[in-house]
T-cell receptor, first 114, second 111 residues
Framework: NAGVMQNPRHLVRRRGQEARLRCSPMKGHSHVYWYRQLPEEGLKFMVYLQKENIIDESGMPKERFSAEFPKEGPSILRIQQVVRGDSAAYFC????????????FGPGTRLLVL | GENVEQHPSTLSVQEGDSAVIKCTYSDSASNYFPWYKQELGKRPQLIIDIRSNVGEKKDQRIAVTLNKTAKHFSLHITETQPEDSAVYFCAFQTGANNLFFGTGTRLTVIP
């Protein structure tokens, strides 16, 4: 029973490039959450998706960031025209249900913007 | 807005002693409170959680207590071991179902 999978594990981009982060939830999980963690800080919620729908994107910057969770395939977090401040670890989590349900985290993608 | 205060930010204990981490939250409607352990460079891992229909939950050396009236919950680790050294995060689930995390406690267990 594979856990939450994320790739790539490490991603280096130059300023202005695009970053595309992928997350495959645990088998049977249809709820996906993306969190960002800056060095030495806690995790900050970005976006919550259910298959083909964005449920809550209140934590995601309005510009340059987008997320999707298509019917087939992994969830994608896309960052356009990256800036140095985007350097962080991006974790996705999945859960079986939404309310009061354990969220299982993936290993994260560490994005470094040069 | 939503907020959670976590104390202390760092904690050092001798091996075998107990460690206690406390969190105070803002969302009185929250009913789910997980605790995560994160080792350096690794993913957050759930160690214990509590739902508002109970006041205390225990799993071997780890226990969590919840006081909904005072809006605070605590993590207790007994008989600490060096492998307990990590950063611990409290969290609560918001009405929108995402988790709001504390700022973390770096626990060091000294052999």
């Amino acid at each position: 029973n594979a856990g939450v999978m994320q790739n790539p594990r490490h991603l280096v981009r130059r300023r202005g490039q695009e970053a595309r982060l992928r997350c495959s939830p645990m088998k049977g999980h249809s709820h996906v959450y993306w969190y960002r963690q800056l060095p030495e800080e806690g995790l900050k919620f970005m976006v919550y998706l259910q298959k083909e729908n964005i449920i809550d994107e209140s934590g995601m910057p309005k510009e340059r960031f987008s997320a999707e969770f298509p019917k087939e395939g992994p969830s994608i977090l896309r960052i356009q025209q990256v800036v140095r401040g985007d350097s962080a670890a991006y974790f996705c989590a999945s859960s079986l249900q939404a309310k009061e349900e354990t969220q299982y985290f993936g290993p994260g993608t560490r994005l470094l913007v040069l | 807005g939503e907020n959670v205060e976590q104390h202390p930010s760092t904690l050092s204990v001798q091996e075998g002693d107990s460690a206690v981490i406390k969190c105070t939250y803002s969302d009185s409607a929250s009913n789910y409170f997980p605790w995560y352990k994160q080792e350096l460079g690794k993913r957050p891992q759930l160690i214990i959680d509590i739902r508002s229909n109970v006041g205390e939950k225990k799993d071997q050396r780890i226990a969590v207590t919840l006081n909904k009236t005072a809006k605070h919950f605590s993590l207790h680790i007994t008989e600490t071991q060096p492998e307990d050294s990590a950063v611990y995060f409290c969290a609560f689930q918001t009405g929108a179902n995402n988790l709001f995390f504390g700022t973390g406690t770096r626990l060091t267990v000294i052999p």
